[in-house]
């Protein structure tokens, strides 16, 4: 089992973290002439009851500018994450995928975080031919 503070300093020595907010890093991943910023948050569910769980999120675009259906056609072959409207600014659609900290190893944390900056990035391109985010 990993802790916040565990996991925190993992993602620090691992990823370029370009933001710490205490309970939430902001991640930028770049490669291919491309960069994605993907957001990681700690989450209690039901002040703690169900648990510590972490919240990744990586932007696509704004929601005005993506066709909803197109979108929705191209994450449905995602099999890590989903397609949401951010939280922080639902102007903005986001993949989304949450971990339960109780069942994760600081290993397990990379492969998730590598599909979600991909599949972000790929659809951000396919559906808004931009790299914003």
């Given at each position: 089992m990993a802790s916040w503070p565990e996991l925190k300093q993992y993602i620090q020595d691992t990823y370029v973290v370009t933001r710490d907010v205490g309970e939430g890093l902001e991640l930028e991943f770049h490669g291919e002439g491309r960069s994605q910023k993907m957001f990681v948050t700690h989450i209690q569910l039901?002040?703690?009851?169900?648990?510590?769980?972490?919240?990744?999120?990586?932007?696509?675009?704004?929601s005005a500018e993506v066709d909803i259906v197109q979108a929705l056609a191209a994450a449905g072959d995602v099999v890590c994450g989903g397609l949401a409207l951010w939280a922080i600014d639902p102007t903005?659609?986001?993949?989304?995928?949450?971990?339960?900290?109780?069942?994760?190893?600081?290993n397990e944390f990379q492969l998730p975080v590598q599909l979600l900056a991909g599949t972000a990035d790929r659809m951000e391109k396919e559906l808004t031919g931009e790299d914003r985010l």
């Open positions: 039901n002040d703690g009851n169900d648990g510590d769980w972490v919240s990744i999120e990586s932007p696509i675009g704004k903005f659609l986001v993949m989304k995928h949450g971990i339960p900290l109780e069942n994760v190893d600081l």
